[in-house]
């Protein structure tokens, strides 16, 4: 797909009407277009939105994106951010245009809706041995000599399986592959041992239809992870790079991908990286945090790297869910009309942030969120608590991967309430 | 919108065509729309589905269908199951065939989905003081006379902001609402007391947008549920409602409803509901229970009340998850390629029911769901477990609510695999 298909593909997503596959859009725009509807620059608060309904904030959308490029480009890293955080092309374009190398992804299904946005490098940070998905990326690679994708790999039978399933299929080059290095026992994927690594390249290198570029690994699962732990698994993931390219396992590869990178150590990650050794072709080193675009209230609040190096900046909670208070039974309760349809729910309870009530904020005292229904949350109300029935709660969640995945358009708000985009997700 | 319009649009869910909006489908089916795929009869193992995929078993859910309808039938209720559960327009139809007198539902969004395919009567089982909600659900029932719609009130001054918003809309007949009674101190939303119960009906009296129709509640919620507490407090709900009959509180309605049940106890709700005493209005005794129509194997298997009256029948888990092993790091460990996204895990993990290699199925003999990630599942793999990677596995799911909104379209397969319907969701 050429740039301006892309381009076109976007702009379609603003072409969609307003109709009921949408929550929280204002039910007089029914049958507008996205685009006529952003023309309209309608207010969160007095547009005629329904509640519950997730928003973005536009600054801190941009203020995210820009400091992960400038992150990653101090550091010397090339940036292909994790695409199953938000699962938006449009976020996917503006990755890209704030200089990312390509988009990170977990499954095939997520591959085509990049694809389907034209997104040119993909990196695949999971094994893949469906034949279906298989054989549907190597005629996406013969149709498109743009179209660059890597994956993991594991086992020699992962292997095995990922050959047979591309043998024949008149595929115009191999599929490129990074072994994964396991981040120790009991974690997840990836190979435990420099020799079950050895053993899997081996078996790459005698499968025709697939070629080792790299290696890779995902730092956060290091059981017990400290920064000591996690340096010395970003060092093992080093000199397995290393140890296979002077072994010549790289041969037929233009450049030597080693990745690592997710959202909560991605400073070990550029530390570590930065002592990759001069090897035999330019190394691309890979970082692939994705979070970071929404980043979240709670979880990666509190683990976020740049608690350690705040010289470096600092990511923004961007989501703010609202949702209206629909029942106050009791002096000590009050009933909201989101749940877990809308937030995520999975590490931490959203937070309160704030009320409003006759356009007018202020901070949610008192207000403490202490459990969730499919489509309610509970709020527990202390006596200092100023909430009545019809009040719009305003909060913040933890974990931006299942959030957005509860919202197929969400509302980007600049500061004063006024709606100037919509991101379309597709999970 | 007349019968002829709603079945158009059910049908046009078909003439939608397979692309990167629906995860599992094959991807050499793309292009196609729904109806030229389910001619297709493919089937879900050798046709080219995506793991992770999630099925409906074709003939569990019309046994689910057809079990509930007789019960109703049998037990004198109405029926209105709740449409949060599927979200799914083509299963309302569904629903509605098999004699249910409308849908239930929790939030405004969700009747836009099912008003906009034709649904024409609507149960919504929660509190809505949303004005923007409020006037377009009043315009719907102003240019469709046949469109009934009822809510909750719990609070004085809900019933306020309801008013508020229905006044001067031109509005041509008042909006239904029952009381909501909270099923206990600590419980979810609805009044505390009687008392709170008459101050709402007073408050309804003197707002001339809405008419009060009847009670209603959810026994789940009643703290420490027992048979006993579950039936004390439907008790309470059915002498409410007498007492507002004899008080004249219902005048103006043409029936009085009298509405509980989820899906743990409407074999309780069946009984209290046979002593309701005679009124001056005819009773609609509407039993709203939902999760029936996919069932699950965990949790609704433990609590469902067939279980204390196998005599009536038994409703039959309907949803199989297929997800592949992508990796097998060590003896007890193993990965499959479906996580957060795909699966339910708010009330329990998935658990392994089948392995599938080259066309066989057996148990999943020591195989142990034991953690979940955003797209990988955590197997812990006994000795005599026998997992390779590239095997799928047949995953039963806890709770149904949580389940549909994972997937915006299921595919429904017979016992043979037979891929023979395609059923879309709205979240």
Known sequence: ?????AAERLAALMAERVDHRFKGLPPDAEGLTLAELTAERRNLFTGGFTTPVLALSAERLEHNLTLMETYAARHGLAFAPHGKT???????????????????????????VARAFGVRRIFLANELVDAAALRWIAAEQAADPDFRFICYVDSVRGVELMDAALRGRGTSRPMEVVVELGAGEGARTGVRTEADARAVADAVAVAPTLRLVGVAGYEAQVPGASPERVRGWLGRLVGLAAEFDKAGRFAGADEIVVSAGGSEWFDAVADVFATIPELTLPALKLLRSGAYVSHDDVHYSRLTPFNRVPEEGALEPAFRLWAQVVSRPSPDQAFVNAGKRDAAYDLDHPVAHV?????TERPATGIEVTALSDQHLWLHTAPEADVEVGDWIGLGLSHPCTSFDKWQLIPVAEADGTVVDY???FF
């Open 1 to 5: 797909m050429d740039a301006a298909t």
């Open 86 to 112: 938000s699962m938006a092309p449009q976020l996917f374009q503006r990755q890209i245009e704030h200089g990312a190398w390509g988009i990170t992804l977990a499954a095939p299904h997520q591959v085509r």
């Open 355 to 359: 009320v409003r009530r006759d356009g």
């Open 423 to 425: 991101i379309r997700t």
